[in-house]
């Protein structure tokens, strides 16, 4: 067994500079759905993720190839395997050959409370984020989200944006989102019940803001990601 497989909270991978994955170790393939290491291979972010997400992950590799500087410990809210969103303490760096030319970049992410630099703030907003992934079909706002917290609306706002780059707002509309994502991809339900199970107001505003974080609409993605989620009958939506 690779040592690198040994890390069930340590995702790592690797990606040459067309931005095909390399190296990828077991909890990293997991996480994408796939069943080997070898499956991943070959792929890009555009194979994963859909379009506006799949070109942020590839600038960022590109600003690490080009200046040939590591990101490191950026906070990044991103799906694990079942589609819930979590945080991770991610960092990118260079991969040079022997000459010293930039090759490519690796990678690694893990869940950022253990992360050992988690600051206590995190843990105070801890509650609010667990509240936010449990209740995302309902009518919850920042104001339930700072109660969570145990702080005022503006302390909660000030400290969420502090800790995750972020406003609390933006991660409420993230969570709605992914949790969609996942309902595409592996559920015939339909657009319409997905919009009121994420806590969208109605279908027209899901697909909207939908459209406007993947670069896709909710049918569009699921004909793209999950064409087999109902083999030989169509796409309820």
Known sequence: MPLLDLLPDVLVFAKDRAHRFV???????????????????GLTDHDYHPPVLARQYIEEDLEVMRTGRPIL???????DAGGTPLWYDCSKLPVRD?????????GLMRP?????????????????????????????????????????????????????GMTPAAYLLEVRLQAARR???????????????????DQSHFTKRFKAATGLVPRAYRQRFAPQVLPGRPMLG
């Open 73 to 79: 410990h950026q906070v990044w809210l991103v799906p």
């Open 23 to 41: 190296l990828a170790n077991e909890a990293e393939w997991r996480m994408h759905g796939c069943s080997s290491e070898a499956e991943m291979l």
């Open 183 to 201: 309902l595409l991809e592996q559920t015939p339900q339909a657009l319409s019940a997905i919009a009121l199970d994420c806590g969208f107001h």
């Open 98 to 106: 022997a000459a010293g030319s930039v090759i490519g970049i690796a």
């Open 112 to 164: 950022y409370e253990r992360a050992g630099a988690a600051p206590q703030e995190y843990q105070r907003l801890l509650p609010a984020v667990e509240y936010a992934r449990q209740h995302l079909g309902e009518a919850i706002g920042v104001g339930d989200l700072a109660v969570q917290a145990g702080l005022s609306v503006s302390q909660f706002q000030r400290e969420f944006r502090r800790v995750f």
